[in-house]
């Protein structure tokens, strides 16, 4: 290669980084850390954002199931937005209804038993605006997980199978609006 071929190179690979340079600073990831407040205070802007959206009691019938899927969900709705450190003074509300159910999947024919569930957990939210008493955002998020139930001779095993199914339903249906909820504060759609 003689010498102007390596400048050219030279040149050509000097700009491609350049550009890329230049570049980078237009993208920003969604759970990025960009610092609101500057560095002093360490919380990103995203943080802030979920950190300052309240979630009341969800409204369930006492002494059912889903009256203790609402509190296991509403708690995992809490730590998904603060990440374990606490709100700040809200800016936002998120009302959420519930509905869950059981489909059986797999019966065995000889006995007429189900051996196989799958349990569904629907959540209807609503986040409004305080300031303006607005909604911002409406939708549902649905969680679906299967469990099994080993034999009738083993009731607490199946008992045991269907709360952990409704545990691991909340916890997916909390993920999900924790990123419907991030999504709107990023793009504000």
């Known amino acids: 290669m003689s010498l ?4 050219l190179t030279f040149v050509r690979a000097l700009a491609a980084i350049g550009i890329a340079a230049l570049a980078a600073g237009c993208f920003q990831p969604m759970y990025g850390e960009r610092l609101s407040g500057g560095p002093a205070n360490g919380e ?9 959206v309240d979630v009341p009691e969800i409204d369930t019938p006492q002494g059912q199931r ?32 519930l ?3 059981g489909i059986p999947v797999i ?12 349990y569904r957990l629907t959540a209807t939210y609503v986040l409004t605006d305080l ?4 909604p911002v955002v409406r939708g549902s998020a649905t ?11 083993q009731r607490f095993v199946g008992e045991r199978g269907l709360r952990d199914a409704e545990n691991r ?14 999504s709107y504060f990023t793009a504000g759609t």
């Open 4 to 7: 102007p071929d390596r400048t």
């Open 99 to 101: 509905n869950g159910s």
């Open 169 to 182: 339903a909340a916890l997916t249906v909390s993920e999900s609006i924790r990123n419907r909820l991030a």
């Open 107 to 118: 019966v065995d024919i000889n006995s007429g038993r189900t051996e196989i569930f799958n």
């Open 131 to 134: 300031a303006t008493g607005r």
């Open 44 to 52: 990103s802007a995203m943080a802030l954002a979920l950190a300052s």
């Open 66 to 97: 889903i009256s203790r899927i609402s509190v296991e969900l509403r708690n995992d709705l809490i730590f998904a937005l603060t990440g374990g450190r606490g709100t700040t003074s809200p800016t936002h509300r998120l009302k959420v209804i």
């Open 143 to 153: 969680g679906e997980v299967s469990y099994n139930i080993p034999g009738s001779q």
